[in-house]
């Protein structure tokens, strides 16, 4: 069956702009992750949902981050007035349920860059 | 920093050479799993390892895991040029479904 998707795989914007990253689970996956990876980088958790709830934000660096699930399904990451700093990959990862004991399978990234 | 520790931060091989990678992590755990990130772009997940084991094979993958130390490593064995890649650990804040990553092993196979 279909992976997990994103959109867009590159986006370009100037400073100060709002964007919006998308994310498209694996059907039936009630678990959702969204994570930053910035160049050479390890993974830096920012948030979670199951099902569309997001029991835990504290990973979102700052106010300007936020994300929302609709319909247990696709996933939107917003960042408004970018920074520089936000220049990064965006993944995100889905998984049949929340548990330390389910894979997560990850999309193929969202490649931002802020001028 | 939550992250884990990846070490060595990169690694180069012969092909057919085996490869170690090493992964130290802080908190508690119920189990540990690996990844594999092939160009900078989405993970894999290579193999799951419990708290209560100390050794799991996969094909070519043994991990091994020591809680006492908060350590588990990774073992390629029998390389392949295929295997170039970035090889992450990852664990979860035990309570949490938070994943915190290493910070990751560039593994550089050469023909």
């Known amino acids: 069956g279909a992976g997990v998707s994103q959109s867009p795989s590159n986006k370009v914007t100037e400073k100060g702009k709002d964007v919006e990253l998308r994310c498209d689970p694996i059907?039936?996956?009630?678990?959702l992750y969204w994570y930053r990876q910035s160049l050479g980088q390890g993974l830096e958790f920012l948030i979670y949902?199951?099902?569309?709830?997001?029991?835990?934000k504290s990973g979102l660096p700052s106010d300007r981050f936020s994300a929302e699930r609709t319909g247990g399904s696709v996933s939107t990451l917003t960042i408004q007035r970018t920074q520089q700093e936000d220049s990064a990959v965006y993944l995100c990862?889905?998984?049949?349920?929340?548990?330390?004991?389910?894979?997560?399978?990850f999309g193929p990234g969202t490649r931002l860059t802020v001028t | 920093s939550q992250q884990g520790e990846e070490d060595p931060q990169a690694l180069s091989i012969q092909e057919g050479e085996n490869a170690t990678m090493n992964c130290s992590y802080k908190?508690?755990?119920?189990?540990l799993q690996w990844y594999r990130q092939n160009s900078g772009r989405g993970l894999v997940h290579l193999i799951l390892?419990?708290?209560?084991?100390r050794e799991k094979h996969s094909g070519r993958l043994r991990v091994t895991l020591d809680t006492s130390k908060k350590s588990s490593s990774l073992l390629i064995t029998a390389s392949r040029a295929a295997d170039t890649a970035s090889y992450f650990c990852?664990?979860?804040?035990?309570?949490?479904?938070?994943?915190?990553f290493g910070t990751g092993t560039r593994l550089k196979v050469l023909a």
């Open positions: 990862a889905s998984s049949r349920r929340t548990g330390e004991m389910y894979e997560q399978y």
């Open positions: 059907s039936g996956h009630t678990a």
């Open positions: 949902f199951q099902g569309n709830s997001a029991p835990d």
């Open positions: 908190t508690s755990i119920n189990n």
């Open positions: 390892i419990r708290s209560n084991e």
């Open positions: 990852a664990t979860v804040f035990t309570g949490t479904y938070k994943y915190i």
